[in-house]
């Protein structure tokens, strides 16, 4: 059994910061490519950022230059810090991971969700 648990949202005024957490924990053997999304109400789920396991990121455009993604591989943890944040930037966040498992010598690699976190931008 794997899981992520996300943390570190909340509520911040336009032009602050925030910084999420995701971690990674359970029967992990490797854990690859890793990343944000962000569901805003009544919109699809959107990719925001992903990182790859030897650190290689992309961003979606609109948050170039504001967001960095970052992981600890040590600890399984992949972070959003968030920056020059507007009110556009509300949304659900959500975590994703490729995580491998081992069992009885068999690599299974699982698509991981975490649960969300709220993200509110408001004065």
């Known amino acids: 059994q794997v899981q992520l648990v996300e943390s570190g949202g909340g509520l911040v005024q336009p032009g602050g910061s925030l910084t999420l957490s995701c971690a990674a924990s359970g029967n992990i053997f490797k854990v690859d490519a890793m990343g944000w999304y962000r569901q805003a109400p009544g919109k699809q789920r959107q990719l925001v950022a992903t990182?790859?396991?030897?650190?290689?990121?992309s961003y979606v455009d609109s948050v170039k230059g504001r967001f960095t993604i970052s992981r600890d591989n040590a600890k399984n943890t992949v972070y959003l810090q968030m920056d020059s944040l507007k009110p556009e930037d509300t949304a659900v966040y959500y975590c994703n991971a490729e995580v491998g498992t081992l069992t009885s010598d068999i690599l299974h690699v699982l698509d991981i969700w975490g649960q969300g976190t709220l993200v509110t931008v408001s004065s």
């Open positions: 990182i790859s396991s030897g650190g290689s990121t």
